[in-house]
T-cell receptor
Framework: DAGITQSPRHKVTETGTPVTLRCHQT?????MYWYRQDPGHGLRLIHY???????DKGEVSDGYSVSRSKTEDFLLTLESATSSQTSVYFC?????????????FGPGTRLTVL | GDSVTQMEGPVTLSEEAFLTINCTYT??????LFWYVQYPGEGLQLLLK?????DKGSNKGFEATYRKETTSFHLEKGSVQVSDSAVYFC???????????FGGGTRLMVKP
């Protein structure tokens, strides 16, 4: 299994509070991604990174920010959590930009915003 | 933009039945096509992939053929097992940054 961990695995928070989710990889892969999974929507890309300090927006980036100060860590921050951000969040990594390469997924973080 | 449509579930089958999960896509260019599987409580795992027209991806008895003329990538298995119960996602990739676009997922339940 690819070495990807996510923390925390579960979190319950209140509306308006900041939340940071962490993705850590031991594979030294260049690309890292944050997705959210919601019923009927599959996975939707929030943000991705193509190197240290290099990030870009995905399909559903509003209300989220990311940072990547080291190759191995990719942080997702909800500056002020809302109930619509209740979801399961997955981190993924990829070795190359070529589309034939698969993405490896972490175990997920279940976030509940009350 | 790119999009993926797959049949809604749940799909309920008896053990040893034949499985088909339909997947169609819209995309510019020539994307690579993937099927991912998600077992309960876990992240997604790549099940199979195809990178060009008429390619057949296969793994663990599952197969899917890249049909460019019908923009489809249907997943099939000849004889499902209880252990195949999971959610299956069709996806396409091909943009810079290796971004994937996913379908909504199809839950498969196999009964003994």
């Amino acid at each position: 299994d690819a070495g990807i961990t996510q923390s925390p695995r579960h979190k319950v928070t209140e509306t308006g509070t900041p939340v940071t989710l962490r993705c850590h990889q031991t594979e030294n892969h260049r690309y890292m991604y944050w997705y959210r999974q919601d019923p009927g929507h599959g996975l939707r890309l929030i943000h991705y990174s193509y190197g240290v300090k290099d990030t870009d927006k995905g399909e559903v980036s509003d209300g989220y920010s990311v940072s990547r100060s080291k190759t191995e860590d990719f942080l997702l921050t909800l500056e002020s959590a809302t109930s619509s951000q209740t979801s399961v969040y997955f981190c993924a990594i990829s070795e190359s930009s070529f589309n034939v390469n698969e993405q490896f997924f972490g175990p997920g973080t279940r976030l509940t915003v009350l | 933009g790119d999009s993926v449509t797959q049949m809604e579930g749940p799909v309920t089958l008896s053990e040893e039945a034949f499985l088909t999960i339909n997947c169609t896509y819209t995309a510019t260019g020539y994307p690579s096509l993937f099927w991912y599987v998600q077992y309960p409580g876990e992240g997604l795992q790549l099940l199979l992939k195809a990178t060009k027209a008429d390619d057949k991806g296969s793994n663990k008895g599952f197969e899917a053929t890249y049909r460019k003329e019908t923009t489809s990538f249907h997943l099939e298995k000849g004889s499902v097992q209880v252990s195949d119960s999971a959610v299956y996602f069709c996806s396409i990739g091909g943009n810079a940054g290796n971004m994937l676009t996913f379908g909504g997922g199809t839950r498969l339940m196999v009964k003994p």
